[in-house]
């Protein structure tokens, strides 16, 4: 179990949404919504603190006041539903369980849980690369045919369609929403890549880490998580963060020193259907 405080944890991704989202205060909770994107992963609530639980004072562009759990909820739900999107709220368990109670209790159900994990210098463990797998790193001066191939690998490691330009759009680097990345290849072919956030009081995040399918079980994955946490400790980060949401991937960080620091779980309403 890593000594990194869950709460800490809470704090640096919540502040991690407001990358790619506007952010309003509904209660106690703080709604990120994507300005063009409905997918659910893009369109999140993060309870603030102190937790939902008590009554509290609304604030923002609300009416003057106080607001019970019910009515919170209600408000909320009705945010989301009026932007066109799925209602759901995001928070680390081990921080607020009785939050996760009082959604229980309002007819909101678990749709994920997922353990975090961090990487600290003294967890951290280095891995040696597969046989034929070469790195390239990523920075704002990369030039885009690197880049394109960084995003194809993602795409195809995640099953998305999503078309990539031949020539750079403008503003390319900040759309990836990283500070550095890597990308691997295998006898010369482009078969793995991930990124990491900039570094916010100490910590970052690994963000977009796949291999394409037909190299998976190798050890690539395990080695580009490896490789990542030590740019990140070299350039200054305390700790990694990653949240892999399956066995294989939870064994696959382990390899690379990645210890749980809390659980993070996810609760939309029993109700909510895609508007």
């Known amino acids: 179990m890593s000594a990194l405080d869950a709460g800490r944890v809470q704090r640096h991704l919540r502040e991690g949404y407001r990358l790619a989202a506007t952010a309003s205060r509904i ?23 102190p937790t939902l639980g008590r009554r509290v004072a609304l604030e923002s562009a609300q009416p003057p006041g106080e607001v019970g759990p019910a009515d919170a909820l209600a408000m909320l739900k009705a945010h989301f539903l009026a932007k066109a999107r799925i209602p759901r709220i995001e928070l680390v368990l081990d921080v607020q ?61 995640y099953g998305l369609d999503m078309p990539i330009p031949e020539r750079a759009p403008p503003g390319h680097w900040e759309a990836l929403q990283i500070g550095a990345g890597i990308l691997a290849t295998l006898d010369g072919v482009p078969v793995a890549a991930g990124g990491l956030t900039v570094a916010v009081d100490g910590l970052c995040d690994v963000r977009g880490l796949g291999v394409v399918p037909a190299k998976r079980g190798q050890g690539i994955g395990a080695f580009l998580l490896s490789a990542l946490a030590r740019i990140a400790h070299e350039t200054g980060a305390e700790a990694v963060l990653a949240v892999p949401d399956t066995r294989a991937s939870i064994a696959l960080a382990k390899k690379a020193g990645f210890e749980k620091a809390a659980t993070l779980v996810s609760f939309r309403p029993e109700d909510a259907a895609a508007p």
């Open 97 to 157: 369980p009785g939050l996760a109670q009082t959604l229980f209790a309002e007819g909101w159900r678990e749709e994920m849980r997922a353990p975090v994990l961090a990487c600290t210098r003294e967890s951290w463990r280095p891995l040696d690369a597969p046989p034929g797998v070469r790195v390239e790193a990523l920075l704002p001066t990369t030039p885009w045919p690197l880049a394109r191939d960084y995003l194809r690998v993602q795409r195809e490691s």
């Open 27 to 49: 209660g106690p909770f703080t709604c990120y919504l994507h300005p063009a994107s409905a997918h659910e992963a893009l369109n999140v609530a993060v309870p603030d603190e």
